[in-house]
């Protein structure tokens, strides 16, 4: 955190496992099928009730071990908080030119996010607010609305319980997820069961620099419920 807004950076490394490729002589070699780094540089700031922010992102992906190529990528949006329990936001994702592995291009699509996020006191059941979000996204590659629902509970700042349900996807129809926090650092991990593969795990780390911890609370969060919209980390 700094004075005129905060910086964050991430890195993250997908690998979409081993295929078997048949050679011309008829000898098979064992290869990882898909493996991307993303690095991403993030700033925001806020005024009032209104929070702005963009993504700086590179994007590093190989196939078959064979072929390779580099893109840079921005995203953008704002959030507006409404009333003191109720906020909204919308944002614009990889804005920039097309991927190429060697000389063939691959269109990265431009994805649109509209959502709000509701913090719901249960005071009678539970201790601290559960927030309630809601996600419409599209993208320019179909223009078909898919509609992101999230649910989560954060007790004593520590452990934050998550679950998601993804309408109008092919793949992906629901996530589950914990998070454990203590202090400056974060432990996340993530279930995600696909409908035509294996079922995914994720895991995260995170760890927030400076003095203090910033505790983001759930009122004012706008938390992503489910994971990406296609394979790979765009």
């Known amino acids: 955190p700094f004075q005129f807004g905060r910086i964050a950076s991430t890195i993250i490394y997908y690998n979409a496992g081993t295929v078997e490729l048949i050679n011309s002589n008829g000898s ?19 005024i009032r009730n209104y929070t702005a ?3 700086i992102k590179i994007l590093r992906s190989t196939l078959a ?48 996010r509209a959502g709000a996020a509701y913090s719901l006191s249960l005071s009678t059941f539970v201790i601290n607010p559960v927030l309630i ?8 590659s179909d223009f078909r609305p898919k509609l992101n629902c999230g649910i989560m509970y954060q007790y004593n700042r520590m452990i934050s319980l998550r679950t998601g349900l993804k309408l109008g996807y092919s793949a992906e129809l629901f996530s589950l997820g914990v998070s ?10 993530a279930f995600v069961p696909y409908t035509n593969l294996n079922q995914s795990l994720r895991v995260g ?5 400076g003095n203090k911890p910033i505790v983001i609370q759930p009122a004012r969060q706008q938390q992503q419920p ?5 394979d790979g980390l765009l």
């Not at 098979?28 to 806020?46: I, N, P, R």
């Open 28 to 46: 098979t070699k064992s290869v990882t099928a898909q493996a991307d780094f993303l690095g991403t540089l993030s700033y925001c700031t806020q």
């Open 53 to 55: 922010g963009v993504n």
């Open 65 to 112: 071990e064979t072929v390779s190529g580099t893109g840079v990528y921005f995203d953008c949006g704002g959030k507006m908080k409404i009333f003191q329990n109720l906020s909204a936001g919308v944002a614009l994702q990889n804005i920039g030119t097309a991927f190429y592995y060697d000389t063939d291009a691959n269109k990265i699509p431009l994805i649109f």
């Open 133 to 140: 979000e809601l996600d419409l996204v599209t993208t320019n």
């Open 180 to 189: 454990f926090t203590r202090q400056n650092l974060s432990l996340d991990f």
């Open 205 to 209: 780390v995170n760890y927030q620099f």
């Open 226 to 230: 489910a994971s990406n919209t296609q």
